[in-house]
């Protein structure tokens, strides 16, 4: 089984501080997705709530995560730039992805 792991962070800032944490978000971004075990990164920006933002992330297993968050960027950018500036933050694991079956039709009535 594909051991990656996917990560779904929740975020939001006041509203005068959004813009500000979607730059910071973006720089972080960036930096991780630079790393080794890093998918992917992809950052979402609600357009009804334009102070919350999804982060999606997806590391080649649990220990790349491990390694993420010891790394030098998640300490400077992660602690020291983005949780300042956050009034909610929610963050799941969720483990590698399993088949769903589709959902039955149910019968007709006729």
Same mark, same amino acid.
């Given at each position: 089984?594909?051991? $990656?792991?996917?990560?779904?962070?929740? !975020?939001?800032?006041?509203?005068?501080?959004?813009?500000?944490?979607? *730059?910071?978000?973006?720089?972080?971004?960036?930096?991780?997705?630079?790393?080794?075990?890093?998918?992917? =990164?992809?950052?979402? *920006?609600? #357009? !009804?709530?334009?102070?919350? =933002?999804?982060?999606?992330?997806? =590391?080649?297993?649990? +220990?790349?995560?491990? *390694? $993420?968050?010891?790394?030098?960027?998640?300490?400077? &950018?992660?602690?020291?730039?983005?949780?300042?500036?956050?009034? !909610?933050?929610? &963050? *799941?694991? =969720?483990?590698?992805? &399993? +088949?769903?079956?589709? &959902?039955? !039709? #149910? #019968?007709?009535?006729?």
């Amino acid at each position: 089984m594909d051991p $990656h792991v996917l990560i779904v962070a929740d !975020t939001s800032s006041s509203p005068e501080n959004a813009d500000e944490l979607g *730059r910071v978000l973006e720089r972080f971004a960036q930096a991780c997705r630079a790393e080794p075990g890093c998918l992917s =990164y992809e950052i979402f *920006r609600s #357009p !009804t709530q334009p102070e919350r =933002y999804v982060s999606i992330e997806r =590391y080649a297993d649990v +220990e790349a995560f491990a *390694r $993420h968050r010891a790394s030098a960027h998640f300490k400077e &950018i992660g602690l020291n730039e983005v949780m300042p500036l956050l009034l !909610t933050r929610d &963050i *799941r694991m =969720y483990d590698a992805p &399993i +088949e769903v079956p589709p &959902i039955a !039709t #149910p #019968p007709s009535r006729a």
